[in-house]
């Protein structure tokens, strides 16, 4: 395979990463609408694609390279949690492939997914009007690394814009709610949720001969987590179990290929966003005071920092009432 991936023609969307043999990255270039990272697996008589990204393009692309690199058709599509930029290239998949989801995952794609998609439909506005004004944002910004990551911003979401019309919200097929196994005549690999963490429902792979997981959004490398829908003690918990777990390599929703030790870094990051969050309604101060721990400043996603405070400042005023 390793082969393949230098013959391979390239995508604007994504960087080929080889991680093990039968197993590649697809890590996202930022701006170009792939907006997360996706994972090609080849299971020897067929293959396996875990998330597919954000734009059907970018879709596109994953599926070429899938069928290219491993030389079999994909029968297996995960899709680890129902975020857009996980979820919006399904509809390249079938008839061929059967889409794999938690139960809990499918339900909320099937409710608030499709009918998110039908309101961004039948009124785009606001979301342009979003776009022009980060635009505004980004002439004013003088941290040229936030700035840089704010025209990417921009850049994806005017990539998802222009494919909008032509979206086929797809669902899963297939749900699982704890674990299910793939057998393949060169390997098993392990559909694996222990509950929602940073959505309401998490799953991962798991190659165990291979000690690499998939983690989907449970783990990032380099950038910070997102935590607009996360339960943050629950994410602790799903990462003291992953610890459990015989893993020696990581490929994560976001950021580069990785080890366990990225894994300790998003637990870390977890509980000081919430120490800091704590910390300043005991001392009846604002969030917005709150300024990014020197250990994360040049992590990605920087913009989110705020928006994770204020999801834990909301759970801890909310269990305090």
């Known amino acids: ?10 995508s604007k969307h994504f960087r080929l990463n080889y991680v093990a043999e039968g197993v590649v990255a697809a890590i996202s270039v930022p701006g170009t609408g792939s907006v997360g990272n996706a994972a090609i697996i080849d299971l020897g008589d067929t293959t396996l694609v875990v998330d597919t990204l954000n734009t059907i393009e970018a879709a596109e692309d994953l599926l070429a390279a899938a069928t290219y690199l491993t030389g079999h058709q994909v029968s297996y599509v995960i899709n680890t949690h129902w975020h857009s930029d996980h979820t919006s290239g399904n509809q390249l998949f079938p008839p061929t492939a059967q889409i794999i989801s938690t139960s809990t995952t499918r ?10 998609l039908a309101q961004q439909l039948s009124n785009p ?9 980060l635009e505004e944002k980004v002439q004013q910004e003088t941290d040229e690394k936030l700035k840089k990551e704010m025209q990417w911003e921009n850049a994806s979401d005017r990539e998802y814009m222009k494919m909008l019309s032509n979206l086929v919200y797809t669902l899963p097929t297939i749900t699982f709610d704890q674990q299910m196994s793939i057998y393949g005549s060169h390997r098993t690999v392990q559909l694996i949720t222990y509950g929602g963490g940073h959505t309401q429902s998490d799953a991962f792979v798991y190659l165990p001969e291979e000690k690499i997981a998939v983690m989907g959004d449970l783990v990032l490398s380099k ?18 179990r992953v610890e459990l777990l015989d893993i020696e390599t990581i490929v994560p ?16 990051y977890i509980k000081d966003i919430v120490t800091l969050v704590e910390e300043t309604v005991q001392s009846k101060k604002n969030i917005t005071d709150i300024s990014v721990p020197k250990v994360y400043r040049d992590w990605f996603f920087t913009t989110y920092f705020s928006s994770n405070l204020k999801r834990v ?9």
Request: a negative charge.
């Open 107 to 116: 339900e909320i794609m099937a409710t608030f997914g499709k009918n998110r």
């Open 253 to 268: 929703g976001h950021g580069e290929v990785c080890s366990m030790k990225e894994l300790h870094e998003v637990k870390c």
């Open 1 to 10: 395979m390793k082969n393949r991936i230098e013959t391979y023609t390239g």
């Open 223 to 240: 950038h910070h987590p997102v935590m607009m829908y996360a339960n943050p003690q629950e994410w602790l918990n799903i990462l003291k």
């Open 313 to 321: 400042y909301d759970l801890i005023t909310k269990s305090a009432d």
């Open 125 to 133: 506005v606001p979301i342009y009007q979003a776009i022009e004004e």
